[in-house]
């Protein structure tokens, strides 16, 4: 199964965003690629980097889209990770989340994001679901940029023996900090050693980024890292691993230490 990585330029501009998912949809598919994930807010831009404030978020706009970019999956037999925001009307609050889009009749649940921090504090409500799902007999893992930092969160996934992990960044700056970059690098290196994973990473490319949109083996080597500050499409086809020696150990003992 091949999957792919998406990073673009995120902004408020819900049409200007919808137009760079659609074209990295199109050039995924050329590459026969099965799933493709977006950034965080991807569709509408994070509050308040790309977007001033979630309450000026049309998402009627959003929702119409969503709508498109279903029809595309459709159309290409993809599966999308969409990063969005979602409102709920009733509780006048609003999630940080990935809407997984299939290209048939399956209905996934979507994953909002529960490690909730600064500006997420004052603009989201904290999600609950597991972020756990399969696509042609692969089980996929999703988290959500600040999640990086906590390694619970990825433990979690260990346990439900996912084999690729997807984590969607909007984590950007006015100004370069290769230091920063380097830091969440180490995260990602970190979080796929740890639990024998393959993760793929993408982050959004407004301004200058602060973590990589990259693909990482389980045994923690890049394998690939997008340009940074540009457009473009990251693609991995996945097959499952070879065994080997310290991998083995780091799973044996894993799995011991959770009681598994």
Same mark, same amino acid.
């Given at each position: 199964?091949?999957?792919?990585?998406?990073?673009?330029?995120?902004?408020?501009?819900? @049409? #200007?965003?919808?137009?760079?998912?659609?074209?990295?949809?199109? %050039? /995924?598919? &050329? *590459?026969?690629?099965?799933?493709? +994930?977006?950034?965080?807010?991807?569709?509408?831009?994070?509050?308040?980097?790309?977007? @001033? #404030?979630?309450?000026?978020?049309?998402?009627?706009?959003?929702? %119409? /889209?969503? &709508? *498109?970019?279903?029809?595309?999956? +459709?159309?290409?037999?993809?599966?999308?990770?969409?990063?969005?925001?979602?409102?709920? @009307?009733?509780?006048?609050?609003?999630?940080?989340?990935?809407?997984?889009?299939?290209?048939?009749?399956?209905?996934?649940?979507?994953?909002?994001?529960?490690?909730?921090?600064?500006?997420?504090?004052?603009?989201?409500?904290?999600?609950?679901?597991?972020?756990?799902?399969?696509?042609?007999?692969?089980?996929?893992?999703?988290?959500?940029?600040?999640?990086?930092?906590?390694?619970?969160?990825?433990?979690?996934?260990?346990?439900?023996?996912?084999?690729?992990?997807?984590?969607?960044?909007?984590?950007?700056?006015?100004?370069?900090?290769?230091?920063?970059?380097e830091l969440i690098k180490s995260?990602?290196?970190?979080?796929?050693?740890?639990?024998?994973?393959?993760?793929?990473?993408?982050?959004?490319?407004?301004?200058?980024?602060?973590?990589?949109?990259?693909?990482?083996?389980?045994?923690?080597?890049?394998?690939?890292?997008?340009?940074?500050?540009?457009?473009?499409?990251?693609?991995?086809?996945?097959?499952?691993?070879?065994?080997?020696?310290?991998?083995?150990?780091?799973?044996?003992?894993?799995?011991?230490?959770?009681?598994?």
């Open positions: 199964m091949k999957v792919a990585a998406f990073q673009f330029e995120g902004s408020d501009d819900i @049409e #200007k965003n919808l137009l760079a998912i659609e074209q990295g949809i199109i %050039k /995924a598919a &050329e *590459q026969n690629v099965r799933f493709m +994930i977006t950034q965080e807010c991807a569709l509408c831009g994070y509050p308040p980097i790309e977007t @001033e #404030k979630v309450a000026n978020i049309n998402f009627h706009q959003t929702k %119409k /889209a969503t &709508e *498109q970019i279903s029809q595309l999956a +459709i159309k290409h037999q993809m599966y999308i990770g969409l990063g969005t925001i979602i409102p709920d @009307e009733d509780q006048n609050s609003y999630t940080n989340s990935v809407i997984l889009i299939s290209p048939n009749e399956e209905n996934f649940p979507v994953y909002h994001k529960r490690a909730l921090w600064g500006w997420d504090r004052e603009n989201f409500t904290r999600g609950n679901e597991k972020g756990v799902f399969t696509i042609d007999n692969v089980k996929l893992g999703l988290r959500i940029c600040f999640e990086i930092r906590f390694p619970e969160y990825f433990r979690e996934l260990f346990r439900e023996n996912v084999e690729i992990v997807f984590v969607s960044f909007c984590d950007v700056a006015k100004e370069p900090n290769p230091k920063r970059y995260h990602l290196i970190t979080r796929a050693v740890e639990n024998a994973v393959y993760l793929i990473s993408v982050n959004s490319t407004w301004g200058y980024q602060t973590a990589p949109t990259c693909l990482i083996d389980p045994d923690g080597d890049v394998l690939e890292s997008a340009p940074q500050d540009q457009e473009y499409l990251l693609t991995l086809k996945y097959e499952l691993p070879q065994s080997n020696f310290g991998r083995d150990g780091r799973i044996h003992h894993s799995k011991e230490l959770l009681g598994m």
